[in-house]
């Protein structure tokens, strides 16, 4: 049965708050010699030249289109969108090479798996070996015993015993690289986006991110145990959402203050330099355990009215606090000894 007043198109009905404009870029990708176009343009290009223009003949050519009119008109329409035309021929913009480097970084419509597999790295709660996994496009530090601090009820719907989930880690990221380098470079990249979040820019399409503070009301989650109302470890919890592409994630309250400079300091005074490359698995994994140890346990919510959330991170003879807003700002640092 036919709707009545129903839009132009299935795509128009599915837009909603995206707009006209992204109706508009969909169109303009769904067609295959259109994407042809793209694709060739990527093949071409070499991100070390001065210029990657393509003549047309040359496209023309690699596209393999019969009537030169059709790939005209189809050229045309990727003008001034995802191509820009030179006076030597034809490139990528930022936008095309976006939508090129989206299919390669999830490795087309392969699937891609790392079955678990254990990395150097203790459970801080109850000490028990921590693997490494990668199914359905998320990484996962999972303790081999314990309930760990995320599970199938938080928003994350993680599987029972997740420590650590890595939502953005692209298939690509697999690639040529062993569980230990696959474990650093997830750390990496996780970092650098929490990094981008907590100061309100999207990794993903550098939109405004909009920060907020959870606190469970009922929460109850003895030690290596999940709270059945939260689903998670951790009382106080952040929230980081896109207010343009949804981008964004939720992570323990101390998340908020991990990179703070007091925070840095603080801990290369005591010894641990919080950098590391992709051969130092070690390294990345005493980074977890010191941000698991040093931080998770010193939440302490001093006030609801105004919201002021304590964070107090451990060193080995000094303890750092941190006082958080309700929009997580730093409102207070002083250090106390142990």
């Not at 259109?34 to 070390?48: G, N, S, T, V």
């Not at 998670?232 to 994630?249: D, I, L, P, Q, W």
């Not at 101390?254 to 010894?271: C, K, L």
């Not at 000094?318 to 006082?323: G, W, Y």
């Amino acid at each position: 049965m036919e709707r009545s007043n129903s839009p132009r198109s299935p795509l128009e009905a599915a837009a909603g708050a995206a707009g006209s404009h992204t109706v508009d870029a969909f169109e303009l990708l769904g067609d295959e010699t259109r994407l042809a176009i793209l694709l060739a343009l990527w093949e071409a290009y070499d991100p070390r030249a001065e210029d990657n223009s393509v003549s047309f003949s040359t496209l023309y050519d690699r596209v393999n289109v019969r009537d030169s009119g059709t790939f005209t008109y189809h050229l045309d329409k990727l003008v001034g969108h995802f191509v820009e035309e030179t006076g030597d021929g034809y490139r990528l913009r930022n936008s095309g090479r976006k939508i090129v480097r989206a299919v390669i970084a999830g490795a087309g419509l392969e699937e891609r798996r790392l079955p678990p597999t254990e990395i150097p790295r203790s459970c801080h709660t109850c000490g028990a070996p921590v693997e490494l996994s990668y199914e359905d496009e998320r990484l996962y530090q999972i303790c081999t015993e314990c309930e760990g601090n995320i599970g199938p009820g938080s928003t994350e719907n993680a599987p029972v015993g997740t420590l650590v989930v890595y939502d953005d880690f692209n298939p690509a990221g697999l690639a040529n690289r062993s569980p230990g380098e696959v474990f650093v470079a997830g750390t990496i990249e996780y970092h650098r986006a929490l990094t981008l979040l907590i100061r309100g820019v999207c990794p993903e399409c550098s939109g405004a991110v909009e920060e907020s503070l959870h606190i469970c009301e009922s929460h109850d989650a003895p030690s290596g145990e999940l709270c059945p109302a939260c689903g998670t470890g951790n009382e106080f919890r952040v929230s980081y959402v896109c207010s343009v592409c949804k981008n964004g994630g939720s992570y323990p309250a101390w998340a908020a203050v991990y990179d703070h400079p007091a925070v840095v300091a603080f801990y290369y005074e005591h010894g641990f330099d919080m950098t590391f490359g992709l051969d130092d698995p070690e390294d990345c994994g005493r980074l977890w355990d010191l941000l698991a140890t040093g931080f998770e346990k010193e939440q302490t919510l001093v006030s609801e009215d105004p919201v002021r959330l304590r964070v107090s991170v451990l060193g080995d003879d000094r303890t750092l606090h941190l006082t958080l807003d309700g929009a997580l700002n730093v409102t207070d640092v002083t250090e106390s000894k142990d």
